[in-house]
């Protein structure tokens, strides 16, 4: 049992390890031929699909582990899902999964045919819950918004109302140098350009005078013509010089109520880079338009919210609808089922016993839907039933567990099921009638059933005998497949004792051949 565990996805530890010092390999066959969603598993993980199924793990001396599905590595959550579809184990002390109420809605929604519908609601549920977070968390940001907006909105008018553009301020602080020096720049160009064109000799007709002493020496010299020519350039130039200074001269005014204008914003500049603690015209702009964003934010910030809460209303009412119909399909399948666990309770043994599924309606939605479901039991015919993990005793658990799980895999058409010691506080005829239950699951299903119950024993086809042995000074666990004496031998040995009477082994005979 611990081995196939292990190749079902169970966490490895070294204290199975019987030689530290190796190795330890598991492997398990399975004949998947027509189990369809083992095959489904194996192609939505991209591995070989075959009629047969090798499942192997490995346990290093160092504790780790490794597990191949037909010979392809995997981790333990693929293990693990597709044990699922494979194997249902059994084990003496899985019965107090009876008054687990998840366990309880899987077998009530396994019956149902529930399952699909219950994945599509939980998918939407779910959106549902993220959606409505998202709407909180909107919320709560629109109301710190909300916070700030007053004030973020009065530094945008403030700015808004300075109505600076771009290196404004800079561009006004050289103007308002030239303002402040208007007279004494009006002067110096003045002069310059008197220099150049109106005194007793403006030094533009200068140049034009020796200009044309030059020219009147051609050929005398090949270098003339150049410096003629250089000459007139210069004569050119400085006159396009003596334009421009007297545009300069006529444009420069002293100016008081623009000097006014210029710093009165400039102050304005000067209190706004103090107060955002900026020293540029372009930082203040940025600075503004960052806030114009945050306004911009808690205005769209309505809109998305109200996008949001409409999707939550859609998602709402989606999972309503298929709260519904998971509902529906519930109250349909629990009293039929309540009545074939109560059919098979008295064929185990057990005709005073009363089984009945509690569904009540659970006032909101949960991840499986809306419903509250809670086995309930009754042993005495009393009318009074209690939930299931309060009443029931161990042997009653072990045949309502049989009871309910053979209901369940004929509905999962589980390919193998694996009872280890299920009989657990039963003996006598309930013990056989446990057996009629595990023959007929047998006809469809491959039953390993692990017990000490001779009654059940004899109805296996076949019987396989675990026995330890001593080898080179180490135990060792064997299993055998047992021929038809050993079979009445052991049964007998399970009815009296080590040493079987003859009435035993006849009674072994009889248990056998029924």
Do not use: W
């Not at 008197?194 to 002493?213: A, R």
């Not at 399970?494 to 029924?514: D, H, V």
């Amino acid at each position: 049992m611990g081995a196939l565990s292990l190749i079902l996805g169970e966490r490895a530890d070294i204290v199975v390890l019987q030689q530290k010092e190796k190795k330890c390999s598991i492997e398990g066959l399975f004949e998947i031929k027509n189990n369809t969603a083992a095959k489904n598993f194996l192609q939505e993980n991209d591995l070989d699909v075959e009629e047969e199924l090798m499942i192997r793990r490995e346990i290093a001396a160092t504790g780790k582990s490794r597990a191949f599905i037909n010979d392809t590595p995997v981790n333990l959550t693929q293990l693990k899902n597709l044990s699922a579809v494979l194997v249902d184990l059994h084990q003496q002390f899985d019965t107090l999964e009876l008054g687990d109420n998840n366990f309880q809605r899987e077998v009530v929604d396994a019956l149902a045919d529930n399952n699909a519908v219950v994945q599509q609601y939980y998918k939407i549920y779910l959106d549902y819950i993220q959606t409505k977070k998202e709407v909180e968390a909107l919320q709560l940001q629109q109301h710190t918004a909300n916070k700030e907006l007053d004030y973020n909105k009065f530094l945008y008018d403030e700015l808004q109302e300075a109505g600076f553009t771009e290196n404004e301020l800079e561009e006004l602080e050289a103007e308002l140098k030239v303002l402040n020096n208007a007279e004494h720049i009006k002067e110096q160009v003045s002069a310059v350009y008197f220099e150049l064109k109106e005194s007793e000799q403006p030094i533009v007709q200068q140049l034009k005078v020796l200009v044309n002493k030059l020219s009147a020496l051609p050929g005398f010299n090949t270098a003339l013509p150049d410096c003629i020519q250089r000459l007139q350039s210069t004569q050119v130039e400085l006159q396009d010089i003596a334009g421009e200074l007297e545009n300069i001269s006529d444009a420069v005014q002293h100016n008081p109520e623009r000097i006014s204008i210029i710093n009165d914003k400039i102050s304005t500049g000067y209190k706004l880079l103090k107060k955002h603690h900026v020293s540029t015209t372009n930082e203040l702009l940025e600075i503004k338009h960052a806030l114009q964003q945050k306004l911009d934010a808690v205005l769209n910030i309505n809109d998305e919210i109200a996008a949001k809460e409409k999707t939550a209303a859609a998602l709402l009412e989606s999972s309503k609808k298929l709260a519904e119909t998971i509902s529906i399909n519930r109250k349909k399948t629990v009293q039929p089922f309540a009545q074939k666990v109560n059919a098979l309770l008295a064929q185990v043994g057990m005709p005073n016993a009363r089984f009945m599924v509690g569904l009540t309606d659970a006032g909101m939605l949960q991840t499986t839907g809306s419903d509250t479901i809670e086995f309930l039991f009754d042993g005495n015919k009393s009318g009074h039933f209690e939930p299931l993990r309060k009443v029931a005793s161990g042997g009653e658990l072990s045949r309502l567990m049989l009871c309910i799980k053979s209901l369940v895999a004929k509905k999962l058409q589980l390919p193998t099921l694996i009872f280890d010691e299920i009989d657990t506080g039963i003996s006598g005829e309930a013990a056989k009638q446990v057996g009629v239950i595990m023959k007929e699951l047998s006809k469809t299903h491959q039953l390993i059933a692990i017990t000490h119950q001779p009654q059940i024993a004899a109805k296996a086809n076949a019987h396989y005998f675990v026995y330890k042995s001593i080898h080179k000074d180490k135990i060792v666990t064997a299993v055998r497949l047992l021929n038809n004496d050993e079979r009445i031998t052991t049964i007998a040995q399970m009815l009296s004792g080590e040493k079987p009477t003859a009435a035993a082994l006849q009674n072994a005979r009889e248990m056998l051949g029924n």
